[in-house]
């Protein structure tokens, strides 16, 4: 890239408005005329990216590696209109410092609406001056019915394989947004999930045991972040981003998680909480809910114009009850038994208290639907990050010769004996909280809201008919696959319609690939939303193809949604 002139104008129209973010130090001045030199050297080895877009502010992000030299580093950022990238429409000073683990982010305010930008950042060194690779951003539309184009995305495990769908997504044209619904990273070691692959493809997780602590956390995001196709995604479109739980720990929920164990060295839950969440506001391109206090409320919503609110939620670290899965009870063998210690779990699933937001998330979004509708928005989108759809297995005992099932290894014939019970199987989705997702449909029925929610987390994909305790359809559900995880498809390859057998067993599943990994691009006009199903070739070579492989639909209705229709 060529460095930036250095200019000395710039009056007060070109301004940027400090992050609310710990990430962002600000210097003296957000518009000193010249950067100060530092003296060492640098590298922008973890790319930029920008977020949160609005209609007159986007957040931009990068990390300085400081290679020698010592002290806090004097980092300018640039933004242009368009493709000149001599005149900047703003800059500014940050400082990139060891408290945020030499990252910096920006609120730049002051843009116009449904406008491109590009934007650097830039160090004065002895040197001369090192220039960060150039990242494109977009704000939303303040007004009209212009369409939107979405990307979304979930669950990326550098173990498992290369991050192809990411190389895809960033070649997508006419983006204004990425939406990623969790999983970003994974916190185990080398030696559990994925580790076979990650041997064979030199791709191990860094560092090799399970992340714990706040330097854990910065070392396992600064891994991914030097992935070049996750780069050159964060470097097309603004990203809106929310957590799920391997940000943290497998499964976890306010008050702990599967995958934290203080009885191993791994102390209090509350401390690991913390330091996962302060190493994702420095590294990802999110506008913190209250500077200077790292915060598991990190809800928000994001305005499209006419055509949609998305309400980013979160579901992991703030209301969610323990989950109670299905293995801690059916601990008996006669089957009558077995239906016994079901259907006392299923009541106890239906608790009231079980939330999986939390009181005042649960008020926010009943009031942001209300008021989205209320504003003339056609779509009220839903950045969630588990299935939300009612999901039960399909009976597998049906699929398999006695000689298979005698021959599948042993969480697949756990699966197989399970199936035969028509329950839903999978409680730490919201098939575990069901009390929680009844008001949530309560609160999208009083609204009249169009409810579209986008899904992640369970690694396939599925275009689902989201329906109350009445049976009357509350919204559409589009459940994007894994960038790299692997789903329910890599474990049962022997059933080539595991697929169809979803669908037929569960009247709300429209349609469902068990296998393969990719992303949605999702199109939302006046008129429709359009779910298009994007898979890659393979995760296990660096080259690949592309296939579309399956697109739905569905129109708005006077109060509600259609049913899904097949494109």
Known sequence: MSAVTRRGLLGAAATGALSLAACATPAASTLAPSAPSYDGEVVFGHGVASGDPLSTRVILWTRVTPKTGTGPIPVRYDVFGGTDLETPVATGMLTADSAHDFCVKIDVAGLKPATAYTYRFTVETGAGEIVSPTGRTRTTAASGTTPVKLGVVSCSNWQFGYFNAYKALAAEPELDAIVHLGDYLYEYGIDGY?????????????????????????????????????????????????????????????????????????????????????????????????????????????????????????????????????????????????????????????????????????????????????????????????????????????????????????????????????????????????????????????????????????????????????????????????????????????????????????????????????YILLTLTPEHVTGEFVKVSTILAPDFTVERVATYEVTPEAKGVSALSRG
């Open 194 to 518: 994925g580790s076979e692959t990650a041997e064979a493809l030199g791709r191990l997780h860094d560092p090799v045991t399970e992340i714990v602590t706040l330097d854990d956390y910065r070392k396992r995001h600064a891994q991914y972040k030097t992935d070049p196709n996750l780069q050159a995604a964060h470097a097309v479109a603004p990203w809106i981003c929310t957590w799920d739980d391997h940000e943290s720990a497998n499964d976890s929920y306010r008050t702990g998680a599967e995958n934290h164990n203080p009885d191993k060295g791994e102390g209090e839950w509350s401390t690991r909480k913390q330091v996962a969440m302060q190493a994702y506001f420095e590294w990802m391109p999110m506008r913190e809910p209250e500077s200077g206090n790292v915060t598991s409320a990190v809800w928000r919503d994001f305005t499209f114009g006419d055509v949609a609110t998305i309400f980013a939620t979160e579901t992991r670290l703030t209301g969610r009850s323990p989950s109670i899965g299905w293995s801690d009870v059916l601990t008996a063998t006669d089957p009558n038994e077995v239906a016994a210690q079901a259907m006392a779990h299923l009541k106890a699933m239906q608790d009231p208290a079980r939330t999986m937001m939390g009181a005042a998330q649960e008020a926010w979004i009943d009031k942001g639907l209300a008021e989205s509708v209320a504003d003339g928005k056609t779509w009220q989108v839903l950045a969630n990050q588990v299935m939300m759809a009612r999901v039960a297995l399909p009976d597998m005992s049906q699929a398999f010769t006695p000689e298979q099932i005698a021959q599948a290894i042993p969480q697949v014939q756990q699966m197989i004996g399970f199936s035969a019970l028509g329950l839903p199987f999978n409680l730490d989705a919201w098939d575990g909280y069901p009390a929680a997702r009844g008001r949530l449909y309560d609160s999208v029925e009083a609204a009249g809201a169009r409810l579209v929610t986008l899904t992640g987390d369970i690694h396939s994909a599925w275009a689902d008919t989201l329906v109350d305790d009445k049976g009357e359809r509350v919204g559409v559900e589009f459940v994007t696959t894994s960038i790299t995880s692997p789903g329910i498809g890599a474990y049962i390859s022997d059933v080539p319609d595991l697929g169809q057998r979803f669908a037929d067993a569960n009247p709300e599943v429209e349609w469902h690939d068990p296998a393969g990994h990719g």
